[in-house]
């Protein structure tokens, strides 16, 4: 089946200006999760959802991120006043939310740069 | 705090040489250790995990990893390197709290002709 999906694939933007990202996971897959990875980093933890309710936003970076998963499914990542510290690649990933034994599986990303 | 340390950010083998790609890890609980292969312009595909049982654990593409508790190790290898191998490998770790996985740094696996 399809796998997670993620778009744009590429955003650039103007300091200050408000952008979206969006994630489609895998049909089933009850938990979402979005990392961000700077260059020559690791992905980094920033929300975790368990259906519709954020579970865990202990990774987003100030309240100039804010995410949303209204029906379970899609997801969209929302950052207000973007500066340029806040170019990376966000990724999404899905699983089954059966517990931290699960597989996570991950969409390609969208590359966020901020001029 | 979980923590995972991914020594060496760069890794070069001759194509049919032994790849290993070494993570140590930090945990007050039970691991559950996680090795994602990321190629240029993909998303993250995971490799292998260590969840409970054989601590000796076979993954995709020839690669597997082994679990040492004593060393807090769980060091990736495959006994012969592909050129298709090349691409950046990453180490993590399962928060059991929350289920987030937290990442080392990644290792970039360049093989030679």
């Known amino acids: 089946g399809a796998g997670v999906s993620q778009t744009p694939s590429n955003k650039v933007t103007e300091k200050g200006k408000y952008v979206e990202l969006r994630c489609d996971p895998i049909s089933g897959h009850t938990a979402l999760y979005w990392y961000r990875q700077s260059l020559g980093q690791g992905p980094e933890f920033l929300i975790y959802f368990q259906g519709t309710g954020a579970a865990d936003d202990s990774g987003l970076p100030n309240d100039r991120f804010f995410a949303v998963r209204p029906e379970g499914s899609v997801s969209t990542l929302k950052i207000q006043r973007t500066e340029r510290g806040d170019s990376a690649v966000y990724l999404c990933a899905s699983s089954f939310g059966q517990g931290d034994t699960d597989t996570q599986y991950f969409g390609p990303g969208t590359r966020l740069t901020v001029l | ?113």
């Not at chain 2, 595909?45 to 040492?68: D, H, M, S």
């Open chain 2, 1 to 113: 705090a979980q923590s995972v340390t991914q020594l060496g950010s760069h890794v070069s083998v001759s194509e049919g040489a032994l790849v290993l790609l070494r993570c140590n890890y930090s945990s007050s609980v039970p691991p559950y250790l996680f090795w994602y292969v990321q190629y240029p312009n993909q998303g993250l595909q995971l490799l292998l995990k260590y969840t409970t049982g054989a601590t000796l654990v076979k993954g995709i593409n020839g690669f597997e990893a082994e679990f040492k508790k004593s060393e807090t190790s769980f060091h990736l290898t495959k006994p012969s390197a592909h050129m298709s191998d090349a691409a950046e490998y990453f180490c993590a770790v399962s928060d059991h709290n929350t289920d987030k996985l937290i990442f080392g740094t990644g290792t970039r696996l360049q093989v030679f002709p």
